[in-house]
Every structure is written in structure tokens, then in C-alpha cells.
């Protein structure tokens, strides 16, 4: 779709909106959402939407962890498009930026334009442009000056990525905005792709922050969804799965409620042996790598077994940590170990 001249502009977006443009442009789409949907005119000129301070104060609550781990990124992406006239915003679910960065010299200039602390940014409200977009797509979208809904936009740069949470749901989006004409192509394709890494590293760590005691797996699918990870208990279990991990192995909300092993999901070189067995031969590695591989040693009770095992019955260790197991024989593991020594 060729950029139209910007006197042109509300014109041109209503006549693709009348046309059959939609069907093949996610462009043509989103305009026509904003006027048909959205019942917004093109040449308007009103204010953008703001949320109270008070509105802001609770929508920064609803974020949650998010928004902590989101402030490293934050400060490093400024730092590298800060000095060439960009902001950084992060916008909620409901496009309204929560937190923004921006040099001093710039602040009125987007704040005139509606890049600020409180402003809604949604399609419902903003009609076509990054933030809303992005968020109503699922996806990192960039849009560029003429290609906003209102003429009184077409002047921005806007790249925006989703950030998705741990259960795999849209909370939040990233956007680098730029109000400067000479911005050039290979240089919004780099911002461009500096904004989509920094959402991953913010939904990686917020997704460690949402399971501090699990293990983080990263998990084979590439990373055309994002970061793909896992988080797996003591017991080798997956108990969260961030979306592209959902989507590239298939994990949903109710499958995450049945215990599963990450071996299961990763995939293994070989067929797994039986489980029992492959538990104890890892506990036979795991007590020769403590042991230095010293295999009397290896084998030697710890006190608090024995203590255990002679005082209450009651209270002797169970194979494995399992309960109402019935397996009460001496562990083979043990008993392999005593038989090298």
C-alpha cells in the first residue's frame, strides 16, 4: 500500500475502508476496525483518552510483578534509542501506558502527542497505531507515520511488542515511539528488533519471578513465539509453561494440572526405561558424583537413616519419598552399591 500525502491521509483511509483492501491487508483491517468498529473519524483532532492518577496507581497494582521485571529492559533499551529522539513506553492489557522513559528535551513534544504516562493507546480510542494494534493482533506490529488511523498520528514511528505472563495471556506491550521525519528504514528495522528481544528478556524473567522455586527449562521450539520455557519441580514435573513453550508443545491450561514429566514433553534420545528403575540409578549416580566416586563411601548410611529406621518404624524413610507406595523392601540402589563395595 503506497503512503498517501499527509493532507490526503483522512481520505485515503476511508476510501480502503470502503474497499475490499481488508481481506488481504492486516493494514486495511485494523483501519477498518477503527472506522467501523470503533466509529472513529480519520480528521479528527480530540485529545487523547488519560487516565486519573488515581486509575494509574491501580493499573500499575493489576501488573504485578511484571512490571518490576520489566524495569532492566526498560532502561537499557532507552539507552539505546533515547539519544536519537525515542521514547519507551510500556502499555497494560487496556492500551494505557503505565511507565515511559524519555530525555527531558523530548518530554513536550510527546506529550503533545499523547506518548505519556496515563494516555490510552487502545484501537478503541487510538484507532490504527502500535500500542492498540499489537494488542488486539497478539503480535509485534510496527506502524509508520501515514499508516495510523487519525492524521493527527502520522507523524509517529511506533514498534510495538506483546508481552505475555505466565499463564500465556496478553499482560502487557513494549513500544518504542519516535516523532522524528528522518528516521530511516534499516534504522526502525533495528529498533524494530531491539523492542521485540527486550519483551522476551522481560517475559522470561517475569516468569522466573512467577516460579522462584522451580527449575527454568528452555524448551526446543525456537523462538518464533517468544521465550520458550518451562518451569519443572523437584520431582522433574512441569508445573508452568510460558505461551510459546504452550503453543510449540502443545501444553494448555489443564494439562498443566496433571502431573507430567519434562521428559515427556522435551523428548528423549531413546525409550525411557522403567521408572522406578531409572529413579534409582540416579540416585546411585548422584551418591557416587557426591562420594567422588568412592563406592564404600557411597554406600554408607547417613546417620539420620539409621537413627530413623532403628528408633520408630513409624517414621522410617520411604523409597523414593513416595507415600502408601508398599514399596518397603530394601532399595535396590543401596543394595547395588553395597554389592560393588
Known amino acids: 500500500m503506497e503512503r498517501p500525502a499527509v493532507a490526503d491521509h483522512a481520505d485515503h483511509v476511508l476510501k480502503v475502508i470502503a474497499g475490499n483492501e481488508a481481506a488481504s491487508s492486516a493494514l486495511a483491517a485494523s483501519w477498518r476496525r477503527s472506522g467501523a468498529l470503533h466509529a472513529l473519524d480519520p480528521s479528527s483532532r480530540a485529545q487523547s483518552e488519560r487516565l486519573p492518577e488515581a486509575e494509574i496507581a491501580r493499573a500499575r497494582e493489576r501488573l504485578g510483578s511484571l512490571l518490576f521485571a520489566a524495569q532492566g529492559s526498560i532502561d537499557r533499551l532507552f539507552l539505546a534509542v533515547g539519544g536519537v529522539g525515542c521514547s519507551v513506553v510500556l502499555a497494560d492489557p487496556n492500551g494505557a501506558i503505565l511507565d515511559r522513559r524519555g530525555a527531558p528535551c523530548d518530554d513536550q513534544l510527546f506529550d503533545r502527542s499523547g506518548l505519556w504516562t496515563g494516555a490510552i493507546w487502545s484501537e478503541k480510542y487510538e484507532g490504527t497505531n502500535g500500542i492498540g494494534t499489537c494488542i488486539v493482533e497478539e503480535r509485534a506490529v510496527t506502524i509508520d507515520r501515514e499508516q495510523h488511523f487519525f492524521t493527527r498520528n502520522s507523524g509517529l514511528f511506533c514498534t510495538t511488542a506483546p508481552i505475555f505472563d505466565e499463564h500465556g495471556d496478553l499482560a502487557a506491550a513494549l513500544d518504542v515511539s519516535s516523532c522524528r521525519a528522518d528516521l530511516t528504514d534499516g534504522f526502525a528495522r533495528l529498533i524494530a528488533s531491539s523492542v521485540a528481544d527486550a519483551a522476551r528478556v522481560i517475559e522470561a524473567e517475569n516468569f522466573r519471578l512467577a516460579f522462584p522455586k522451580a527449575r527454568i527449562l528452555l524448551a526446543p521450539t525456537?523462538?518464533?513465539?517468544?521465550?520458550?520455557?518451562?518451569?519443572?519441580?523437584?520431582?522433574?514435573?512441569?508445573?508452568?509453561?510460558?505461551?510459546?513453550?504452550?503453543?510449540?508443545?502443545?501444553?494448555?491450561?489443564?494439562?498443566?494440572?496433571?502431573?507430567?514429566?519434562?521428559?515427556?514433553?522435551?523428548?528423549?534420545?531413546?525409550?525411557?526405561?522403567?521408572?522406578?528403575?531409572?529413579?534409582?540409578?540416579?540416585?546411585?549416580?548422584?551418591?557416587?558424583?557426591?562420594?567422588?566416586?568412592?563406592?564404600?563411601?557411597?554406600?554408607?548410611?547417613?546417620?539420620?537413616?539409621?537413627?530413623?529406621?532403628?528408633?520408630?518404624?513409624?517414621?522410617?524413610?520411604?523409597?523414593?519419598?513416595?507415600?502408601?507406595?508398599?514399596?518397603?523392601?530394601?532399595?535396590?540402589?543401596?543394595?547395588?552399591?553395597?554389592?560393588?563395595?
Not at 225 to 230: D, Q, V
Not at 279 to 302: D, W
Open 222 to 341: 525456537g523462538e518464533r513465539y517468544g521465550s520458550s520455557l518451562l518451569a519443572v519441580d523437584g520431582d522433574d514435573l512441569v508445573i508452568g509453561a510460558t505461551r510459546a513453550a504452550r503453543i510449540g508443545l502443545g501444553v494448555s491450561a489443564a494439562s498443566l494440572k496433571r502431573p507430567t514429566p519434562a521428559a515427556d514433553l522435551i523428548g528423549s534420545a531413546g525409550p525411557e526405561p522403567d521408572g522406578i528403575e531409572a529413579a534409582e540409578r540416579a540416585a546411585v549416580q548422584r551418591a557416587l558424583a557426591r562420594a567422588g566416586g568412592k563406592v564404600s563411601k557411597a554406600a554408607r548410611p547417613q546417620p539420620l537413616a539409621r537413627h530413623a529406621a532403628s528408633e520408630d518404624p513409624a517414621v522410617r524413610p520411604r523409597p523414593l519419598g513416595l507415600r502408601n507406595s508398599g514399596l518397603h523392601a530394601p532399595s535396590k540402589a543401596r543394595r547395588a552399591l553395597r554389592i560393588a563395595a
